[in-house]
């Protein structure tokens, strides 16, 4: 039986993506329960309660950072992202999972080359590479040195849950609104979003998302520079129920980001049938497909006018709803464990 140390200690924050990733992954591991791989989950003690019971656990310190006891007996290490802190000082075979590579773009000179050599060592210690999609492979390839190391494409799924009579989030708009979601970070470009508003006078914003009280007083300057402050909710951090009702009543999502590995807000809002606006950079034309409408620049007229057509098509075109659905049925987590679990075995 093969023995899987499986790194999961961004469960500590279950409502950023990199904590759906390690929370559905982890559930459908459990639910499967491959009986010729031995599954050890390494997460912090909120972590546990999360996956419920079935996991057997390795409890996250933070002394860990230097030194795991008995790495030594797991034939397979799977970091759970590039970044992590968590490697085997043992000859364990390393899956890595690449989920972007944004620091290109975010950092330059010193900061730029030593994140690239880090991302380099790491790669170099893989016997195995996943990357969310094939843009995120493509970027890696002309950046980092692979060699023979096989890189397998492993998109992510749905991380929506749904519920039968969701309630209605303090704070929530009472008329017609667009849905944003994500970490607050310029490089979410979120701030292009209120002079949207000025073109709409009917609808409100809703902004959900973690983190960056810097980056929300910039999002709110725009705001009040646009006559739009009143119509702008920053709701912050939202739960599984918080975020279906969000996306059940919205009219649009709009999600302008500039670096996505994926883009998991788009899957969640067609699997509901609603209207996507992306930006058409990275990989988000490849999840959005045709389905979806792009801007290709961030001029409020421009902006304005995809938005307008986009809902006019969505409102008048027959089936429209019921083909977002039925695209977003490409993206499951099911899936996505099966592929994870035979590359476990293959590595």
Known sequence: MRTVFLEMERLRHPATGLGQFCLHLGRQFLARAAGDLDLRFFLPASGRALLGTGARCVIQHGWHKLFIPGSSRYDVWHCFHQDSRYLPRSKSRVLLTVHDLNFLSKYSGPKQAWRSKRLQDRVRRASGIAVDSHYTGSVLRENIEVGKTPVKVIPLGNSLTHFRDAKRPAG????????????????????????????????????????????????????????????????GEIGDEDRFWYYSNCEALLFPSLAEGFGLPAVEAMSLGKPVFLSRLTSLPEVGGEHAFYFDDFDPAHMREVVERGLHRAATEAGFSAGLIEHSRKWSWEEAATSYLEFYRAV
């Open 172 to 235: 929530a708009p009472s008329g017609r609104f667009f849905l944003a979601l994500g970490v607050l970070s310029p490089r979410k470009n979120l701030h292009v979003l209120p002079a949207l508003l000025e073109s709409f006078p009917g609808h409100s914003l809703v902004i959900a998302g973690p983190g960056h009280p810097e980056y929300a007083r910039v999002i709110r300057d725009e705001a009040g520079r646009h006559g739009v402050l009143d119509r702008l909710i920053l709701a």
